[in-house]
């Protein structure tokens, strides 16, 4: 993760993409950026970020893909969209081996075992965890990230 925030700093736009219950998570860390930073975030949906029109080639942005399988049609599109176009990527998903994980410049994987219900709720609190703690270190919100870095014991007790 820590290679992905030094990308997040970096950029001048960030895009948050994921389909299905994934998009959840991209629009609850947009939420949460605009009370402490004004920095450019952008969520979309896998079509959505495809069909963009508003894209620029080599722009410096950065794209983060959230996925729970790694094998969203529409997700996979929009990555391609995001190389093609020359928009640095990253993906946080729970398949090792989707060809979301794979094909992504940077990838993290969650570990939460497999899903089996249509919400995803190990997936949906480790995109979580993983977004905030790249983004909020990202801004250099110190607190945030402290915070969430009690979490495991948390959950454990």
């Keep these: 993760m820590e290679d992905i925030v030094k990308l997040v700093k970096n950029a001048e736009k960030i895009y948050l ?3 299905g219950s994934s998009i959840s998570s991209c629009y609850s860390i947009n939420d949460a950026l605009r ?3 004004t920095v450019n975030v952008e969520s979309y949906l896998g079509y959505e970020f495809f069909y963009d029109k508003k894209l620029v080639e080599n722009e410096n942005s950065i ?3 959230a ?3 790694g094998e969203t049609e529409d997700t996979i599109a929009a990555l391609n969209k995001a ?3 020359n928009i640095k990527n990253s993906a946080i998903c729970n398949e090792p081996e989707s060809t979301i994980a794979r094909e992504a410049d940077i ?3 969650t570990q939460c075992g497999t899903e089996i219900g249509i919400l995803g709720t190990k997936t949906h609190l480790t995109q979580l965890a993983c977004l905030y703690y790249i983004l909020f270190k990202a801004i250099d919100c110190d607190e945030i990230v402290d915070e969430l870095l ?3 014991d948390i959950l454990e007790d």
């Design 17 to 19: 993409i994921g389909s």
């Design 83 to 85: 190389k093609e176009f």
């Design 150 to 152: 009690t979490l495991p």
């Design 35 to 37: 009370m402490y930073s």
């Design 63 to 65: 794209a983060i893909f």
């Design 107 to 109: 990838s993290v994987i």
């Design 67 to 69: 996925s729970q399988s």
